[in-house]
């Protein structure tokens, strides 16, 4: 082996370890070896601001970011819930108030009302509001979720359905007391 302080002849690989020597301090770089890789790296990009991040990472992240207070004070108010449009049939109470209601009334011809809903624990049919065609006298065969409710006015022709947990409808006694 050739000593490093040997003087250059030709092209032998001591000369070329000295000139690299000599060459690597005066270029800044450091004799430390890299690690080989085979394959890149596969690292999410890093976001620089609030908008590139909004761009690259459709997911928000789990929790707030303490760092960052702008993003505490600008989140926007929760969705309000939807609720149904009044009718014949008048929406009062959700199983669910956070989530949609949905509660269609329809007259299916004769004295046959239908009603189909969703998240509602109670609510008002008001039979004077029926809609044109309808018979404005009893008796009226009601059916609300799949259920039937004879309704025959002894009661008024507004009345007060409540839903029990177990998802009967019956008529509310105290809201709707029995007229004689």
Do not use: Y
């Amino acid at each position: 082996m050739a000593p490093i302080n040997r003087p250059c002849r030709g092209n032998s690989v001591g000369s070329l370890c000295q000139l690299a020597l000599f060459i690597m301090p005066l270029s800044g770089c450091s004799e430390s070896a890299r690690p080989i890789v085979t394959q890149p790296e596969q690292s999410p990009p890093i976001a620089t601001s609030r908008a590139a991040h909004k761009e690259e990472s459709p997911a928000p992240p789990a929790r707030p970011s303490v760092t960052d207070p702008e993003e505490l004070t600008t989140k926007s108010p929760p969705r309000r819930p939807l609720r149904p449009v009044d009718s014949w049939v008048i929406f009062r109470n959700a199983t669910d108030p956070s989530e949609d209601v949905l509660c269609d009334a329809q007259w299916t011809g004769g004295n046959r009302l239908q009603v189909v809903t969703i998240n509602v624990t109670r609510l008002t049919v008001d039979l004077t509001r029926l809609p044109p065609g309808a018979p404005r006298r009893g008796p009226w065969n009601l059916q609300i979720d799949q259920q039937g409710i004879q309704i025959t006015g002894v009661r008024g022709k507004v009345l007060d359905l409540v839903r029990s947990p177990n998802g009967i409808w019956a008529v509310d006694r105290e809201k709707s007391p029995r007229r004689e």
